[in-house]
């Protein structure tokens, strides 16, 4: 049975137009973006759920925020509500506002990887990956075997597995890991949470090997809410709290404050060690900014401040992960397989099922990408191999990545329900007519992140 869709809790104040474009006009802008839905005009989009990366509404308080911005360049009071939040909510002994999470991400990677080291994670996702690749280093994915099961209903289908993480420590040796992470939730697979007890357990294993444990925390809210949904002993735990448990095993966090913290742009990147926090301020200044704005705005920091809070309100994010399991369940009415169960901050559905007939090296979902804006002006991302597929330096072979999925990202606060209806109800559609359905095949790839430029030629 379909959940009910839960009440926005908000009304809306400010409406912004949408519209869907005809069917030529949609043929039209698919050929001249080369079939990559990243180089099209977002005019041309009717629903777009490409990301929920910045792409949600601003609170009247937000808002409100912004005005009292103060632009200073070194100590701005913009700073200071910032780090209250931050010290508040994370407690970590440092940290700086970067301009986004990759931002982060490349200081990070800047200051502790060297070429030939080895980075372990749940599942990196793409920023992650291609900022350790482009310092010479390799990201490695120890996620549970359930993870590549989309059917396989395990609460918390992000959890690393710590047999294969310890087992991968033995082999390689410590001194070839400068860093460990998580990402909460898995975002490359499915949005899927990461328990407490898994993260206590990852971080006993790093704690052990003297490897410093790093979380990717884009979308820690979400994931703490599951965590208190799901795991036993949360249920009267605040989100909050729960959140203050997952950082406290940590020794540093970098997250894209695009997604759980509601703002536009904004990232941030904390750690407790002092030295590091030196080499993270010298290397921020040389490439974002000075350390108290991080390549910000003063009113960007103000709008994080308060977004950070809003993120972790309750009654948002019941109806947040009521929006998504509802889309789900349309979906799955529909007969559209998609991973199971839903994920926080999107549905992820399994394009190498819709279309068994196209190989991976034929993109299906990239091929269910381009049909969901033929048929209803809709735009999802490719995550499969498009995205993850590479070719090992070592043995001069392709990888693939075990699933194709097609994500469709929900920006929060963003759209209704009437919206999600219409999603599943094309691909509904698609679905009628999945056999007739063809792959691509490049006609231009960049080396890394080849999703956002690459070119398709449909076959
Ligand atoms: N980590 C995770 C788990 C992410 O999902 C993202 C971005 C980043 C880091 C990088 O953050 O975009 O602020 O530089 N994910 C977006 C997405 C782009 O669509 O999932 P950023």
């Known amino acids: 049975m379909t959940p009910t869709y839960p009440p926005e809790p908000f009304r809306i104040k400010v409406t912004e137009p949408i519209r869907l474009i005809p069917r030529e006009a949609r043929e039209a802008a698919l050929k001249e973006a ?31 925020a912004l005005m009292r911005g103060d632009e200073s360049y070194a100590g701005a009071r913009s700073f200071h509500r910032l780090k209250s939040a931050v010290d508040d909510i994370f407690g970590f002994k440092h940290f700086v506002p970067t301009h986004q999470g990759r931002a982060a991400e490349n200081i990070l990677a800047a200051c502790l990887v060297k070429p030939g080291q080895y980075v372990p994670s749940n599942m990196h996702f793409d920023t992650t990956d291609a900022n350790i690749r482009a310092r010479g280093g390799r990201p490695v994915n120890l996620v549970i075997d359930e ?3 989309p059917g396989n209903r395990h609460p918390f289908k992000g959890n690393m597995d710590i ?47 003297g490897i410093p444990f790093f979380i990717d925390a884009a979308r820690y809210a979400e994931n703490c809410y599951f965590i208190k949904q799901r795991e036993p002993g949360y249920e009267n735990k605040s989100v909050k709290e729960i959140a203050r448990e997952m950082f406290a095993l940590a020794d540093g966090m970098c997250m894209s404050a695009k997604k759980d913290a509601i703002v536009n742009i904004g990232g ?18 040389l490439r974002e900014g000075f350390p108290t704005y991080g390549g910000l705005a003063g009113r960007d920091l103000d709008a994080m401040a308060v977004g950070l809070y809003e993120g972790l309100d309750e009654d948002y994010l019941a109806y947040r992960l009521g929006q998504t399991a509802y889309l789900a369940s349309r979906l799955t009415e529909a007969g559209i397989p998609t991973i199971q169960p839903a994920g926080g901050h999107g549905v992820y559905v399994n394009a190498g099922a819709v279309f068994p007939h196209i190989p991976n090296y034929e993109f299906p979902a990239q091929a269910l990408a381009v049909e969901l804006y033929r048929e209803g002006g809709i735009r999802g991302v490719e995550i499969g191999s498009v995205m993850f597929a590479y070719l090992d330096p070592e043995t001069n072979e392709w990888h693939y990545p075990k699933l194709e999925l097609l994500r469709l ?27 007739s359905v063809r792959g691509y095949k490049f006609t231009y790839a960049p080396e890394l992140l080849r999703h956002f430029t690459a070119r398709f030629e449909p076959l």
């Open 34 to 64: 080369g079939y990559n839905l990243f180089l099209m005009k977002a005019e041309d989009i009717f629903i777009d759920l490409l990301t929920d990366s910045g792409t949600g509404a601003m609170s009247q308080e937000q808002w409100a």
């Open 409 to 435: 990202a929900i920006p929060r606060r963003t759209y209704t329900q009437s919206h999600l209806d219409y999603v599943a109800d094309t691909l509904a559609k698609i679905k009628s007519r999945a056999a």
């Open 163 to 209: 047999a294969k993480l310890r087992a991968f420590i033995e082999k390689v040796g410590v001194k070839n890991i400068p860093l460990g992470m998580v990402t909460v939730t898995n975002n490359a697979g499915g949005g899927q949470p990461v328990s407490m007890e898994n993260l206590k357990a990852i971080a006993k294993v790093y704690r052990e090997y």
């Open 268 to 285: 941030l990147l904390c750690v407790n060690d002092e030295t590091l926090f030196q080499n993270v301020k010298n290397e921020l200044i």
């Open 147 to 149: 993870a590549h099961d």
